[in-house]
């Protein structure tokens, strides 16, 4: 069974910083892309960014220059430190990978499209 757990959130201070974590475990192959999203309620679920196999990065707007995202492909985790946080930044932040093998006994592969974490809190206020 795959499972993406995130970790990291919390309350900050408006300008201050948190680092989110997400790891990926199980029977796992290979995973192409690994993204992190947010959603507030009412609103639908965004990328904030995302990072392939090779460490090609994307970016919302109104992450660049304030979020990295980066991956250490041997422990299947992802990272997004995020700086200069602003009260909008408010979400639940959600973990995804795309393109997910994972691998069984005598040579099977199973691909998954997509696989989501539970969320993390990040709340940013004074």
């Known amino acids: 069974q795959v499972q993406l757990v995130e970790s990291g959130g919390g309350l900050v201070q408006p300008g201050g910083s948190l680092r989110l974590s997400c790891v990926a475990s199980?029977?796992?192959?290979?995973?192409?892309?690994m993204g992190w999203y947010r959603q507030v309620p009412g609103n639908d679920r965004e990328l904030v960014a995302s990072?392939?196999?090779?460490?090609?990065?994307n970016y919302a707007d109104s992450a660049l220059g304030r979020f990295t995202i980066s991956r250490d492909n041997a422990k299947n985790t992802m990272y997004l430190q995020m700086d200069s946080l602003k009260p909008d930044d408010s979400a639940a932040y959600y973990c995804?990978?795309?393109?997910?093998?994972?691998?069984?006994?005598?040579?099977?592969?199973?691909?998954?499209?997509?696989?989501w974490g539970q969320g993390t809190q990040v709340t940013v206020s004074s």
């Open positions: 995804n990978a795309e393109g997910l093998t994972t691998y069984f006994a005598g040579g099977y592969y199973y691909y998954h499209d997509a696989v």
């Open positions: 199980g029977r796992i192959f290979a995973i192409n892309t």
């Open positions: 990072i392939t196999s090779d460490h090609n990065t």
